[in-house]
């Protein structure tokens, strides 16, 4: 079945202590990305990779870091989370350029984070 | 400037009523495409709907539609005879251009149906 993962699902934790919430997709799609939702603000980009070892800051990048060294795979990282990245977190890919602005999005079922 | 806005917090309609969400967008680009997007209570992201910038004729897909208005600017999804299901938040977004260019939402607008 065609999917995007992400691991865990929902994570409580305290400031300052290093997480990553990964994200698989077995779609061989190049494009991925993270957003993170938050309440009246709808999904916010904050990281994107083209294709493996090409990633670009989104819309939110600060206190995220990220890293593609294999196609499926686009882990989240947070050095050292702060209460306002508290959030639901979406994982998303897609097929690479094919000359449309199509190329439906899939995403993955979300990581509900928690800092305290 | 928002490059989505969705101007409807919430709204309420009665099952096997029609729905009609609204979205504006902003590009000065003539090649993009808009989305809608579901979402439930569960989370998840659902795909609904695409319509793109040089299509003529406005999207469809089973019960939604998509009204496109290309020289408003809007793109508003229209939910044909509701369902309890349908309830659940509804992401207008867009992305500019071709390739690997962001899709951008809006900040959402929730559905509520009832009975």
């Known amino acids: 079945e065609a999917q995007v993962t992400q691991n865990p699902r929902y994570l409580i934790t305290v400031t300052g202590k290093k997480l990553t919430v990964t994200c698989s997709q077995n779609?061989?799609?190049?494009?991925m990305s993270w957003y993170r939702q938050d309440p009246g603000l709808g999904l916010r980009q904050i990281y994107y990779s083209m294709n493996v070892e090409v990633t670009d800051k989104g819309d939110v990048p600060e206190g995220y870091k990220v890293s593609r060294k294999e196609k499926r795979n686009f882990p989240l990282i947070l050095e050292s989370p702060s209460p306002n990245q508290t959030s639901l977190y979406f994982c998303?890919?897609?097929?690479?350029?094919?000359?449309?602005?199509?190329?439906?999005?899939?995403f993955g079922p979300g990581t509900r984070l928690t800092v305290l | 400037a928002q490059k989505i806005t969705q101007t409807q917090p919430g709204m309420f309609v009665q099952e096997k009523e029609a729905v009609t969400l609204d979205c504006t967008y902003d590009t000065s680009d003539p090649s993009y495409g808009l989305f809608w997007y579901k979402q439930p209570s569960s989370g998840e992201m659902i795909f609904l709907i695409y319509q793109g910038s040089y299509d003529q004729q406005n999207a469809t897909e089973g019960r939604y539609s998509l009204n496109f208005q290309k020289a408003r600017k809007s793109a508003n999804l229209v939910i044909s005879a509701s369902q309890l299901g349908d309830s659940a938040m509804y992401f207008c977004?867009?992305?500019?251009?071709?390739?690997?260019?962001?899709?951008?939402f809006g900040k959402g607008t929730m559905l509520l149906v009832s009975p």
């Open positions: 779609m061989n799609h190049e494009y």
């Open positions: 977004a867009m992305r500019e251009g071709l390739g690997y260019s962001t899709l951008t």
């Open positions: 998303a890919s897609r097929p690479g350029t094919g000359g449309s602005s199509y190329n439906e999005q899939f």
